[in-house]
């Protein structure tokens, strides 16, 4: 989605407000199109605010998508520039939906954090999950995953642009409130690396390397982007 020249500063725009905690972790899966990092969201204990937002949100799962080389990979571009990768942080509104399922399918149902991962320093936090990758080569597979803190791979800066758009994958439905942070966090080469190594397949299957598993850009229509920065 081509963000930044079509956008329009907003004043009215809050600052997000984000409160994780580390505890509702529960696995980390791979589902035959991307890795999740999944979040026991039957309470409000990990939560968004603010922003855009009427109403508190919750977290469900994060999750990336990325390319075969460093060129592109994200679902978003800046100023025509992809990112090799990008983050989606995937929360519902718990306020107005009783289930998930049922908040996937209204407007306001669901809040998708992105962040753009680009090439640099070694990034601390994503190790953990990348030292997991091994385990969840394959299609289906899951290991625990205790705790851990999502908020370290959201950058400081609070700016971000905002658009009423959909699920980037099935069903595609117009439910999600975009709120993607201008500025990308810096991962280095080995940490995309891994995310190359994990396979679309089962065990079994003829490997298929899990890589190019973002949507291509859409056109924007007559949307309009706020951004929260001038
Ligand atoms: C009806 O039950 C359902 C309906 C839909 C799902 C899809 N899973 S999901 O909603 O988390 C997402 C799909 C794509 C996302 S992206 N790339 O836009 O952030 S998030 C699961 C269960
Ligand atoms: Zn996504």
């Not at 899990?210 to 920065?229: E, G, H, I, Y």
Request: a negative charge.
């Amino acid at each position: 989605h081509p963000l930044w020249q079509n956008s329009v500063y907003d004043p009215v725009l809050k600052p997000l407000k984000i409160s994780y905690d580390p505890t509702t972790c529960l696995h980390i899966w791979n589902n035959g199109y991307s890795f999740l990092v999944e979040f026991d969201d039957s309470a409000d204990r990990s939560i968004i605010v603010g922003g855009p937002l009427e109403n508190q949100y919750r977290l469900k799962q994060f999750h990336f998508h990325w390319g075969a080389i460093n060129e592109w990979g994200s679902e978003h571009t800046v100023d025509c520039k992809f990112y090799p990768a990008e983050l989606h942080l995937v929360h519902w509104n718990a306020v107005a939906y009783p289930t998930f399922e049922e908040a996937v399918m209204e407007g306001d149902g669901l809040a998708v954090i992105g962040v753009f991962l680009k090439l640099g320093a070694h990034h601390e936090g994503l190790q953990t999950l990348v030292d997991a990758l091994p385990a969840i080569k394959h299609k289906d597979t899951v290991i625990e995953f205790d705790v851990f803190d999502p908020s370290c791979l959201i950058p400081q800066c609070p700016d971000y642009w905002t658009y009423a758009g959909s699920l980037t994958t099935p069903p595609l439905t117009e439910s999600v409130t975009w709120i993607i942070k201008k500025q990308p966090i810096e991962v280095d080469e080995n940490q995309l690396e891994a995310f190359r190594m994990l396979l679309f397949t089962s065990d079994g299957e003829e490997e298929k390397r899990m890589v190019d598993n973002f949507r291509p850009l859409q056109p924007l229509m007559n949307r309009t982007v706020r951004s929260s920065f001038q």
